[in-house]
Structures are given as C-alpha cells and as structure tokens.
C-alpha cells in the first residue's frame, strides 16, 4: 500500500529508543526481520528514500532501492559500505562519528589493563582456591610503559589522554604526523611496534588497513609485548597473532574485535594470555543511543531539506539527489 509518509528501511537493528523514534517518523520496514529478503526489496524497494542500520550495504542493495537518497550507517566505520557506488548514484553517506569516542577509549584502557594486570586470570585463581596456597605473580607498572597508538585520530588521541592519566608514555604511528601533540611520531609501523611496550590498534578498517599489523610487527612487539585491538579484526593478520602468542613471540593480547565476527579463533580460548570481548567497544546505553539518534536525525535532515549532520569524507561535497 503507498502511504503519504517517507518510506525507510533498517537494514539491522539499532538501539531501540532510536529504532522506535524513526518508526514514529516515518513508514519504516525491517529488512533483518523479513522472511524473505528479496519479496521485501521486491515490494517496497522502489518506494525507499533512507536506509538507517548497519551491516554490508552494498551495489545489490543500490540497484534494489533506486529511490534511495541517504544511507544513515549506525558506526563510525564504515568500510561495509561501498561508498564508491553510494557516491556514483548520487546517494550520501553519513556514519557516527564523536558520540562514541570516550566509550570506546574507556574499552581501550580497560582492556589494556586487564591484560597488564592479568584481571581475568587473578580472577580465575581467586575462584580456583588458589590464593591460600601462595600469592599470584607481579605485574608490570602501567607508568613504566610506553603505550604505542597505531591510529592516533578522535578515538586514538582519548586513549592517549586516559593512558597519560596512568602515566604511560605515548608514542603513535599514522600516515603523517598529527598537529599539536607531543607524543613520539613513528613514520614507520615496525619502529612504533620496537619503541613500545604495548601496541594499541584504533585505525579504521578497509582494504587499506587489511593485515597492517603483520608478524613482523608483532615479533618486533616481542615477548615481553602486549597487543591490544579494538579497531577490525581485519587489520591485524590474526593467524600469525595465534601463532606468535602460541609460541611465546607475543606476550599477550586484548581483542574486542576479530575478523570473521562472531568466529573467534579457537585456539585464543586455551591462552591464560589472552583477554577477548565480543566487539563491545561502543556498547554502552547512552553511547549506542547517541549513535542510534545521530542516524535518524540524518534521516530527519535530509527529509526534512536541512544539511546533513554528519556525512562521511567521501560525501562531504555531494548534495543529496
Ligand atoms: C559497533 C563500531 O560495533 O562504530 C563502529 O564502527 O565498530 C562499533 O561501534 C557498530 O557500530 C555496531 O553498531
């Protein structure tokens, strides 16, 4: 049945209060929950003016909606979406990007200090009766260290600040330096990786970043060396990651993300050495609700002809169709 209202698809569900305001706004369709995929694509898909949601949204999608006007991605990475046939057809872009920062740093440092302090194994040898039996083994002092960012933009410098706040030294790695800060710049990855005692990954996922952080890399970490991650499981070779921790080559690692989500390597599960979450860097209530509202309010501006809030790089110049 055509309705008077804006038609828009979610392609994968958001935070709920977000979710449920655009459903209020607009004639929406849940494209996740459709039995059949494609019948909904098929029905409605020439009448959709704004995508919101997550997940792959690619040229297939494109040629399914051809009405399609805005793609209001839920994250502040966005390399599941093909950006470069988006921008062909004239259709805009927008991410999240800000809302999520202190969440997903706080995440960083939490992980980093789990793993440092060894948190989840103290924890298992208190419940394991172990503790009258002798004291657990030393740690070493965050202040000590020095923390080497791998992607030192909005979320990596957060990270630096809370790490600072520990009294680690900072050094970091990007393509170029960045303006007005202080911290040691690493043109090269392997240099970073050698100068550091832990490494912390927040580059944006993509081909570009596919396998940044090689073995090399990660031999050069070291032993004694902690690799934590909460950018894309793609930007870190994980087999050799398993296979460097396997053999000691690494000394440790914290992982909120993996490459084939929700798969996560085995062979992780069996290493005292390891601390793994399931990609929770941005999932907090306020944070995902910040995210989920900065989407729909994309949807609202561009519905309603005001400028968009929040568009992608690529996009920045592109006026919507
Ligand atoms: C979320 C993220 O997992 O924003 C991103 O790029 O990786 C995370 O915040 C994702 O957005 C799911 O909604």
Redesign the pocket.
């Known amino acids: 049945m055509t309705t008077q209202r804006p038609e828009v698809m979610i392609t994968r569900p958001?935070y709920p209060a977000s979710m449920e305001w655009l459903e209020r706004e607009y004639t929406t369709y849940r494209l996740f929950e459709a039995p059949d995929r494609d019948a909904m694509l098929r029905e409605v898909g020439s009448r959709i003016q704004a995508i919101a949601g997550?997940g792959a949204v690619d040229a297939a999608l494109f040629g399914a909606l051809p009405a399609l006007r805005l793609v209001a991605y839920?994250?502040?990475?966005y390399e599941q979406v093909d950006v470069a046939s988006a921008v062909q057809r004239g259709i805009v872009v927008t991410n999240?990007p800000g809302v999520?920062n202190d969440a997903v740093a706080d995440l960083a440092l939490s992980l980093l200090l789990a793993a440092e302090r060894r948190i989840v194994t103290a924890d298992a040898f208190v419940r394991a009766g172990e503790w009258p039996a002798g004291g657990f083994p030393f740690t070493r002092h965050l202040g000590d260290l020095t923390l080497g960012i791998v992607g030192l933009g909005r979320i990596g410098l957060e990270v630096a600040h809370r790490a600072e706040a520990f009294g680690m030294t900072i050094a970091y790695h990007n393509r170029n330096p960045r303006s007005g800060v202080a911290y040691a710049y690493h043109s090269d990855l392997l240099g970073l990786a050698q100068a550091s005692d832990i490494l912390l990954c927040v580059v944006p996922g993509g081909s570009e970043t596919r396998h940044l952080v090689t073995e090399d890399v990660l031999r050069a970490l070291g032993p004694t060396g902690t690799f934590v991650n909460i950018a894309r499981g793609s930007v870190v070779d994980e087999a050799a990651l398993v296979r460097c921790l396997q053999e000691g080559a690494l000394g440790a690692a914290a992982l909120d993300v993996f490459d084939r989500e929700p798969a996560v390597p085995q062979e992780l599960f069996a290493l005292d050495n390891v601390v793994l979450t399931p990609?929770i860097?941005?999932a907090t209530h306020s944070t995902r609700k910040a995210?989920g509202d900065l989407a729909v309010q994309n949807v609202l501006a561009l519905l309603g002809g005001r400028p968009l809030l929040s568009p992608v790089a690529e996009c920045a110049a592109l006026t919507p169709r």
């Open positions: 958001f997550g839920v994250g502040v990475g999240t999520l990609h860097g941005s995210m």
